[in-house]
């Protein structure tokens, strides 16, 4: 299987049946991310005990590619300390946005099936509104939307 059936078939799966996707009544960080460009919008929830990421889930209505996204994302955070939460966040605009990445990056692990994302330049910004938000949620931003122009 090359990554472009891996891609296909993770992203459907996440589309399918989202991890983490619902509620966090505990959350102590919510942020409100939204697409200008097709309306999408997710509700992401984090609980940070000091500089670690309990748990995070979301919420919301958007495309496989932003579902898929913000699914992989939850997986991948959770237990992770926020400096590590940034680093996959550069390696991840990294990869969707630089044309000599390496899509084997290690710390990326599964998240390296986005690098064929990059072909399809309209949906950079599907694949990285869980993650703006996350910036957001890590920074404190309260309960502001955001937008990812
Ligand atoms: Fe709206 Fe992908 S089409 S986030």
Not at 66 to 93: D, I, N
């Amino acid at each position: 299987m090359d990554l472009d059936d891996l891609y296909q078939e993770v992203i459907l799966d996440h589309k399918r049946n989202p991890r983490n996707f619902g509620p966090m009544p505990d959350a102590n960080r919510n942020v409100d991310g939204f697409n200008p460009l097709c309306g999408d919008h997710i509700h992401l929830h984090m609980k940070l005990a000091g500089d670690v990421i309990e748990d995070v889930r979301f919420e919301g209505e958007g495309c496989a590619i932003s579902t898929a996204s913000a699914s992989l994302m939850t997986e991948a955070l959770k237990g992770k300390r926020v400096e590590e939460a940034e680093r996959m966040f550069e390696a991840v605009h990294a990869l969707l946005t630089e044309e000599d990445v390496d899509p084997d990056l290690g710390q990326l692990g599964k998240l390296a099936i986005f690098s064929g994302v990059r072909q399809f330049p309209s949906r950079v910004k599907c694949a990285s509104l869980a993650w703006h938000t996350l910036c957001a949620a890590i920074q404190d931003d309260g309960d502001e939307v955001i937008t990812t122009e």
